[in-house]
């Protein structure tokens, strides 16, 4: 099983102070070590991470983990049966029970995000910011409107649908 490295407390306290002044390669690696990723993982990205990580050992800013304590390698999700091609599509839930608020706002930011770049910084504060349905209602009609005069009306019309018809 390959090794994985974690911070020590060195390590984590020159991650908040820089006390040490790393050079930037050596901070960088520093920054990635998670306890999760092993050297492979390190070298696709930071390159010559082997001996980067190897100073980071020698100085006691990071530690191999003992294997005991390595993650369990991850459990594949259930595959849902394929549906048959006669069977009758499962009933739809009423579109209030089916989009949560959360879910909504989360998926609005996400798409305005996609939609606008870093323009979108202001309206995605905002909605993220609406705590009802009454406050983020105004606030997607304000993104729609934005998606409109960036990317054209047929952008902000799908917008619109996903996210205004979801109440």
Same mark, same amino acid.
């Given at each position: 099983?390959?090794?994985?490295?974690?911070?020590?407390?060195?390590?984590?306290?020159?991650?908040?102070?820089?006390?040490?002044?790393? $050079?930037? *390669?050596?901070? /960088?690696?520093?920054? =990635?070590? +998670?306890?999760?990723?092993? @050297? !492979?993982?390190?070298?696709?990205?930071?390159?010559?991470?082997?001996?980067?990580?190897?100073?980071?050992?020698?100085?006691?800013?990071?530690?191999?983990?003992?294997?005991?304590?390595?993650?369990?390698?991850?459990?594949?999700?259930?595959?849902?049966?394929?549906?048959?091609?006669?069977?009758?599509?499962?009933?739809?839930?009423?579109?209030?029970?089916?989009?949560?608020?959360? $879910?909504? *706002?989360?998926? /609005?930011?996400?798409? =305005?995000? +996609?939609?606008?770049?870093? @323009? !979108?910084?202001?309206?995605?504060?905002?909605?993220?910011?609406?705590?009802?349905?009454?406050?983020?209602?105004?606030?997607?009609?304000?993104?729609?409107?934005?998606?409109?005069?960036?990317?054209?009306?047929?952008?902000?019309?799908?917008?619109?649908?996903?996210?205004?018809?979801?109440?």
């Amino acid at each position: 099983m390959p090794t994985l490295f974690r911070k020590t407390a060195k390590g984590q306290t020159e991650i908040e102070t820089r006390a040490h002044r790393l $050079t930037p *390669r050596l901070r /960088a690696l520093l920054i =990635l070590v +998670d306890g999760k990723r092993d @050297a !492979a993982a390190l070298g696709m990205l930071v390159q010559q991470a082997d001996n980067l990580v190897e100073e980071l050992l020698a100085q006691g800013f990071v530690e191999a983990l003992p294997e005991a304590q390595a993650p369990p390698p991850p459990v594949p999700l259930p595959v849902a049966p394929a549906a048959k091609p006669n069977a009758a599509p499962a009933p739809k839930a009423p579109s209030s029970v089916s989009v949560d608020f959360d $879910t909504l *706002r989360r998926n /609005a930011v996400r798409a =305005l995000n +996609d939609e606008l770049g870093p @323009a !979108a910084e202001t309206i995605a504060i905002r909605l993220e910011r609406a705590r009802s349905m009454a406050e983020l209602r105004p606030l997607l009609v304000q993104a729609a409107q934005a998606v409109a005069n960036m990317r054209g009306r047929s952008a902000a019309e799908a917008y619109a649908a996903k996210f205004l018809s979801e109440e």
